[in-house]
């Protein structure tokens, strides 16, 4: 019995009756004022599809987030905007020119160090974050760890090239984890350049821009004339606006780790985007199972800094280990407290490498499905032929009920790469094969991320496997 169901209520600001409320659905009958254990806790912040923060018996971790921020504590944020697109289209190209447009670039002292990410301060005194490491890996490997970081997807597509493979897979990873887009359409200095027909054939991919009647803002933009800058820097705004990306600046500070190295004169360094709340320099802290006590903060021009507020991404020095990207960051109260928690969660990697990795199967999704845990079932689907991947998409869509949908993250024609693995990992998704293998580098990811590939090689064998388990294990009607 580790929580109160008060507690509990409390920690996902959601309402007491509503959580009894879900108990009961659960089976369990509960008073506000009673203990549940940690199994049962863990159901209904899955239920509410908040992110888990419990990791064991111990109860170490509940509380780690510190308290909820009410809404009067909210101060709008800068947006953090992360760029994506095919390769060669322009993305660093892109990158360093809206680094360039900070109305601070220009004063002395200012060499721009590689941290993983950079703030822009822009004439109107609004701000953008922007993450340095473009593409789609290093966002996808962030989400697959369960940070979620970026509220912008800028998706550059250069006009004389047009949509090209990476530019689908960027859009469906943007889609995936459910955060908007801003086209950027580049080059368009170049004399074959033709933004009309990108915003054409994007519509092939459902994104349908402003120009043909939808909401996506496509902004024609030359990294290297430093043509619309400006524009796409306000379209990014306007983006955020409608997102009204708010947090809490006056609390303990909570982040996720961008980058980490073990610098050789400095010791173990990480970029840390600040989410809520603000580091100080001398603040004790939690980074995934490493700790530290904030020795300086520099920022993208090297500069030391005294604090840190929402949205802006600081080197932080005075870790005691390197911690990995994607990892959370939090301030906590004491050293002894840091120590706890490290030693807690170090232990449980341990633990979870003798286990093996936690699989990503059909199965799992479908007893998920059957405890009503889940409501649709995330698939990846390669397939040898067109013919056949068509015939296996619309069995797939065609199946679902009101309850329980099939979604497809991805479908293509090919072998198994590692992009698969990855797409499939950050959705918690199996990957369906049909007459189609992976590649060693995607067998061994898949292996050691726990990403089931199911093979098949007749149709009716695959579709009998979906549909049994949508048909038979329904959801529970509530
Ligand atoms: P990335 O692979 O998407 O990061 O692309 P890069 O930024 O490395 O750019 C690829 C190539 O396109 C480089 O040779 C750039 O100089 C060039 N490039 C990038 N932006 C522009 C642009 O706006 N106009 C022209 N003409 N070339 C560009």
Redesign the pocket.
Known sequence: EVITVQELANRMAERGADVIKQLMRLGVMATINQSIDADTAELVVQEFGHRLKRVAESDVEIGLEGEVDVDENLEPRAPVVT?M?????????????LRSTDVAAGEAGGITQHIGAYQVKLGSGQKITFLDT??HEAFTAMRARGAKVTDIVVL?V?A?DGIMPQTVEAIRHARAAGVPMVVAI?????PDANPNKVRQNLLQHEVVVEELGGEVQAIE?????R?GLDKLEEAILLQAEILELRANPNREAAGVVIEAKLDRGRGPVATVLVQKGTLKVGDIFVAGSEWGKVRALLNDRGDQQTEAGPAVPVEVLGLTGTPSAGDDFQVVDSEARAREVTAFRQRRTKEQRAVGTARVSLEQMFSKIKEGQAKELPVVIKADVQGSLEAIVGSLTKMGTDEVQVRILHDAVGGITESDVTLAKASNAPIIAFNVRANKQAREMADHEGVEIRYYSIIYDLVDDVKSALSGLLAPTL
């Open positions: 760029v697109g095919h390769v060669d289209h322009g993305k660093t190209s892109l990158l360093d020119a473009p593409g550059v250069a004389d580049n080059k368009i200095d170049k933009v030359s990294a290297k004339s043509i």
